[in-house]
Every structure is written in structure tokens, then in C-alpha cells.
T-cell receptor, first 113, second 110 residues
Framework: NAGVTQTPKFRILKIGQSMTLQCAQDMNHNYMYWYRQDPGMGLKLIYYSVGAGITDKGEVPNGYNVSRSTTEDFPLRLELAAPSQTSVYFC????????????FGNGTRLTVT | DAKTTQPTSMDCAEGRAANLPCNHS???????VYWYRQIHSQGPQYIIHGLKNNETNEMASLIITEDRKSSTLILPHATLRDTAVYYCIVRVYNTDKLIFGTGTRLQVFP
């Protein structure tokens, strides 16, 4: 079982470039999440989805977009990269709310210069 | 979501029990307490969660006080590989989010 798979592992972007961070899960989880983690800090929620076709903003959504066309995939789009978006990005999935743990991928380390 | 308060850092000798405290004084009746840990820059790893009763699994035990305003994660025999940042999180039953704080950095020494 692969669990939550994130690609790429590392990426360097120039200011103003765009990219999509990929996230896929094979556990048939309805709930998926994107977090970012800045150095020495905890994780902050960017966007989340409770099922295909449904997305909602988290704590820090500005500068990002998401879509959820299938249960398995939840890509995160950066349209105009800025140095403030330099961070480690984690995707997670969950069976449901409350009593269901989140399972995390191993992250994408993004540097914007 | 209820806020949590954890010590910034703790030390523990290898082979001894590590007891990590967490205060969540504003917790509501339908909020779960979750514990995750993060080793280096890997993705957070789920450890354990509970609502009212104490819980135990192969990794750890979770002790929740009767008033539910605080909890303790217990690693019964800490190893060097348990060195990590440990996050205590409370989560409302019918919401979809885990909100992380800054956690406790546990250092296990030989």
C-alpha cells in the first residue's frame, strides 16, 4: 500500500513561475488536505477537500488554488510563485472526521528564488 | 478549535518512560485529542488519539484527565529513534481539520 504519494520531492522555482504539486492517495479516503510548514514552525492548513468536487479554504489559502476531480488526487497549484511560499508542503488524507486519523505524505520541499 | 499548550522541549534518557504533557483547558465535549510526531522533516506520523478514556496502542499510551482539560502521552521505553517533535491537537468531531501548534521537541539521550 503506497498510502499518500507526493511529487516532486524537491523543486526550485523562480519568482513569478507557476507549478502544480501533486498528491495521490490509494486508501479511498474522502478527505484530503494540504499543509505547509515553514522552518521551525508547526503545520498550517492551506486547503482541504471533503470529497470529489468539494474544496474549502484553510488558514493560509492566499496564493494557492486546488481542485478535486477524483477521490484519489488533490493537486495544489501555485500561480505566481513568491519567496514567501518557500516551504515544505505536506498532503494528507483521512477516512472521515473526528475519530479518523490523517495520514501524511513525505512532503515536497519548495524553494522560490 | 480548542488551543493546546505544550512545553517547548523535553529530555528523556533512553529506556526510560517519556511523559509529554498537553493542556487543552478550553476543550469541548465532542473534541478528540490527537498526538502526532515529526522526525526531522518527514511527514507527521500518527501516534494515538482519544475522546474521554485512556487509550493504548503499540506505540504509546494516552492518559486524559477526568475533566479533559489536559492529557499526557507516554512512550513507555524511549529509544533514540523517538527523538522528534510531538504535536498535541484537539479536533472537533464534525469538522474536517487538524490545526497544529508548535509542539514539544523531545530529545532522547543515551
Amino acid at each position: 500500500n503506497a498510502g499518500v504519494t507526493q511529487t516532486p520531492k524537491f523543486r526550485i522555482l523562480k519568482i513569478g513561475q507557476s507549478m502544480t504539486l501533486q498528491c495521490a492517495q490509494d486508501m479511498n479516503h474522502n478527505y484530503m488536505y494540504w499543509y505547509r510548514q515553514d522552518p521551525g514552525m508547526g503545520l498550517k492548513l492551506i486547503y482541504y477537500s471533503v470529497g470529489a468536487g468539494i474544496t474549502d479554504k484553510g488558514e493560509v489559502p492566499n496564493g494557492y488554488n486546488v481542485s478535486r476531480s477524483t477521490t484519489e488526487d488533490f493537486p495544489l497549484r501555485l500561480e505566481l510563485a513568491a519567496p514567501s511560499q518557500t516551504s515544505v508542503y505536506f498532503c494528507a488524507s483521512s477516512y472521515g472526521t473526528g475519530d479518523a486519523p490523517l495520514h501524511f505524505g513525505n512532503g515536497t520541499r519548495l524553494t522560490v528564488t | 478549535d480548542a488551543k493546546t499548550t505544550q512545553p517547548t522541549s523535553m529530555d528523556c534518557a533512553e529506556g526510560r518512560a517519556a511523559n509529554l504533557p498537553c493542556n487543552h483547558s478550553t476543550i469541548s465535549g465532542n473534541e478528540y485529542v490527537y498526538w502526532y510526531r515529526q522526525i526531522h522533516s518527514q511527514g507527521p506520523q500518527y501516534i494515538i488519539h482519544g475522546l474521554k478514556n485512556n487509550e493504548t496502542n503499540e506505540m504509546a499510551s494516552l492518559i486524559i484527565t477526568e475533566d479533559r482539560k489536559s492529557s499526557t502521552l507516554i512512550l513507555p521505553h524511549a529509544t533514540l529513534r523517538d527523538t522528534a517533535v510531538y504535536y498535541c491537537i484537539v479536533r472537533v468531531y464534525n469538522t474536517d481539520k487538524l490545526i497544529f501548534g508548535t509542539g514539544t521537541r523531545l530529545q532522547v539521550f543515551p
